[in-house]
């Protein structure tokens, strides 16, 4: 079972560990909260300065999938899109403001130090819950069909810092988020190096295709392996 089973069952379904003895107060668990995602979190908390890097790894919204980015452009800080302005760290989850139907968002995992993302994207970042939480929260159906609901505009829809602050939900008490964070902490950072290995042989992929294609690389004897 993965984080978003784990966050459903736990968080929507209210099935967490020892659910069977806490007192539901118009069914909603003894010492649960209403809340808005400001409370918890920062947005867009570190902006890139002048002249601090002079090469970057860019991430655009066209980077990034369901849950992962997808590809990295480097860039001489001259050459840089003007939107190459948001710094991120370890735990930070961004959103794109655009199309929030798409679900393009993503968890940042031990980025390089020059990574840097585009003003297309809200950073979330958690400052009284942990990041496997907020990650799982920002995964959900339950959050994306908010935003949906209030993005501005019908031929560009989009959302702003102010509507994913505005987000409201019911937040557990502590204990039960650092458990949720103990059992799930792991799959991330598998998942995480589970991309690193599949990007790696893609990149290998695209530059031994072309020279197998061209015939530069023969494999015609190479041993067979039985």
């Not at 809340?35 to 979190?41: P, T, W, Y």
Request: proline fraction near 6%; include cysteine; charged fraction near 20%.
């Amino acid at each position: 079972m993965g984080p978003p089973l784990y966050y459903n069952s736990w968080f929507i379904n209210f099935k967490f560990p020892n659910h069977e003895q806490v007192k539901f107060v118009d069914g909603i668990p003894e010492g649960w909260t209403n809340v808005s995602l400001k409370e918890v979190i920062s947005t867009n908390p570190s902006t890139l300065k002048k002249g601090e890097l002079d090469e970057i790894l860019y991430v655009d919204i066209s980077s990034v999938g369901q849950g992962k980015i997808e590809s990295f452009t480097q860039y001489h800080i001259d050459d840089a899109p003007g939107r190459a302005k948001r710094k991120v760290q370890h735990g930070d989850v961004i959103w794109s403001c655009v199309r929030p139907n798409r679900k393009q968002y993503a968890l940042i995992q031990n980025p390089q130090s020059n990574l840097i993302v585009s003003t297309g994207f809200t950073v979330l970042r958690p400052t009284k819950i942990p990041f496997t939480y907020l990650t799982a929260l920002a995964a959900s159906d339950n959050f994306c069909g908010y935003l949906t609901s209030v993005a501005q505009g019908a031929a560009y829809p989009a959302v702003t810092y102010k509507d994913f602050e505005d987000y409201e939900f019911l937040l557990p008490p502590k204990s039960l988020l650092d458990k949720f964070h103990e059992v799930v902490e792991l799959m991330y950072e598998q998942m995480h190096i589970l991309q690193i290995q599949n990007q790696k042989l893609q990149d290998l992929k695209e530059i031994l295709l072309p020279r197998l294609m061209s015939g530069e690389l023969d494999v015609s004897k190479l041993s067979s392996i039985e």
